[in-house]
């Protein structure tokens, strides 16, 4: 996994954790949606790279 595409994959995790956090703690259920959103697509985009680390070897 390149360094750059995993640092991105991690900040998008840490950022929709902390929406998904902050949303819920405030009663605003549309950013607590879009902070799940944001913290699946970090986790996708993760998952892509490790499946492209794997059929480098």
Do not use: H
Not at 4 to 21: D, L
Not at 44 to 49: D, L, S, T
């Amino acid at each position: 996994m390149t360094a750059g595409e995993k640092s991105k994959a991690k900040i998008e995790q840490v950022e929709g954790k902390a929406k998904k956090a902050v949303g819920s703690a405030i009663g605003n259920d549309r950013m607590a949606a879009e902070g799940q959103a944001e913290k699946s697509t970090g986790d996708a985009r993760e998952a892509k790279e490790k499946v492209k680390d794997i059929f480098k070897r």
